[in-house]
């Protein structure tokens, strides 16, 4: 049974730094895509950042570019977002997915990941 299990979340302050982390169990697969989403209230699911372990690329939303940094343990089997000078417009839920393959550029689309998390609330006040 594969889980993904994020966590990390919680409130602060606008200018601040959170880390996240996705917790990876029963997923077996020689490539994989593991990717996070975010959803605020009243929006649709968006991509913000992901790595593939084919090559170890990594990529992310324009609105994040330059903020958060993607990583993972692979001893672990965690992935983290650390997320830096955070403003209100970040604020969401959280996601972490993970499907098998070779993602390119159809990384940011949530059709393509199998397994989700139950997510984790980031909330930024200004």
């Known amino acids: 049974q594969v889980q993904l299990v994020e966590s990390g979340g919680g409130l602060v302050q606008a200018g601040s730094s959170l880390r996240l982390s996705c917790g990876v169990s029963?997923?077996?697969?020689?490539?994989?895509?593991i990717g996070w989403f975010r959803q605020a209230p009243g929006k649709e699911r968006e991509a913000v950042s992901y790595f593939r372990s084919f090559d170890g690329r990594t990529d992310y939303a324009d609105s994040v570019k330059g903020r958060f940094t993607i990583s993972r343990d692979n001893a672990q089997k965690t992935v983290f977002l650390q997320m830096s000078t955070l403003k209100a417009e970040d604020t969401a839920v959280y996601y972490c997915?993970?499907?098998?393959?070779?993602?390119?550029?159809?990384?940011?689309?949530?059709?393509?990941?199998?397994?989700w998390g139950q997510g984790t609330q980031v909330t930024v006040s200004s």
């Open positions: 029963g997923f077996s697969s020689n490539y994989y895509a």
């Open positions: 997915a993970v499907a098998a393959g070779t993602f390119g550029t159809t990384w940011a689309d949530p059709l393509e990941y199998e397994y």
